[in-house]
Structure formats: structure tokens, C-alpha cells
Nanobody
Framework: VQLVESGGGLVQPGGSLRLSCAAS????????MSWVRQAPGKHRELVAV???????NYADSVKGRFTISRDNAKNTVYLQMNSLKPEDTAVYYC?????????WGQGTQVTVSS
């Protein structure tokens, strides 16, 4: 199983980024997919999750600014991030989970700074 994130980078406050996570080696459509972030010196934080059926949930800190979506035909999950704030700076990880099976990507850095 491989999860490969892309789309991170440096953006100014108020800007936008779209992260992608391409999955291979698993039956993508049956997995719940999540985005988790970790800022320096902090614990990992669940940002957003989308179920196999398309239901979504978000951390309070990103509600109304971030949108998670999935394209089962492309085995890809996305995170659209708008109105970015400096406190959104972190490494963002993609996660696939079903039952006891949990897989992680290598992460992509997002830096929000002027």
C-alpha cells in the first residue's frame, strides 16, 4: 500500500492550497480517508475525514475553511484549504483506515507565512 501526498508549499496568510493524496495497492473506495497534521512541538491533529460513503467531519479549527473530497475513480483524496492562517502551518499526512488496517503517507509541508 502506498499513499503519496502532494500540493504542499509556502503560501501567504489568506491564501489557498489544495493537497492531494494518491493511493495505490488497496481497494480505495472502501477506506475512510483522513488528513492529519502535525505542527512542530505539537501532537498530531485530525483535520478532516471522509467516509467510504462520502460523509465528512472537520476539526473545529478548520470548519468553513477546509473541504475534504474524494475521487474513487482516481484513488485520490483532496483537501482544499482556503483562508489559510499561520497556525495552519504543519506537515499534513494522508491516512487510510478500515478496521485494524491503517496506512499513512509520508506527509507534505504546508507553511503559511508572509
Amino acid at each position: 500500500v502506498q499513499l503519496v501526498e502532494s500540493g504542499g508549499g509556502l503560501v501567504q496568510p489568506g491564501g489557498s492550497l489544495r493537497l492531494s493524496c494518491a493511493a495505490s495497492g488497496l481497494t480505495f473506495s472502501i477506506y475512510a480517508m483522513s488528513w492529519v497534521r502535525q505542527a512542530p512541538g505539537k501532537h498530531r491533529e485530525l483535520v478532516a475525514v471522509i467516509s467510504s460513503g462520502g460523509s465528512t467531519n472537520y476539526a473545529d479549527s478548520v470548519k468553513g475553511r477546509f473541504t475534504i473530497s474524494r475521487d474513487n475513480a482516481k484513488n485520490t483524496v483532496y483537501l482544499q484549504m482556503n483562508s489559510l492562517k499561520p497556525e495552519d502551518t504543519a506537515v499534513y499526512y494522508c491516512n487510510a483506515e478500515i478496521g485494524v488496517f491503517v496506512y499513512w503517507g509520508q506527509g507534505t509541508q504546508v507553511t503559511v507565512s508572509s
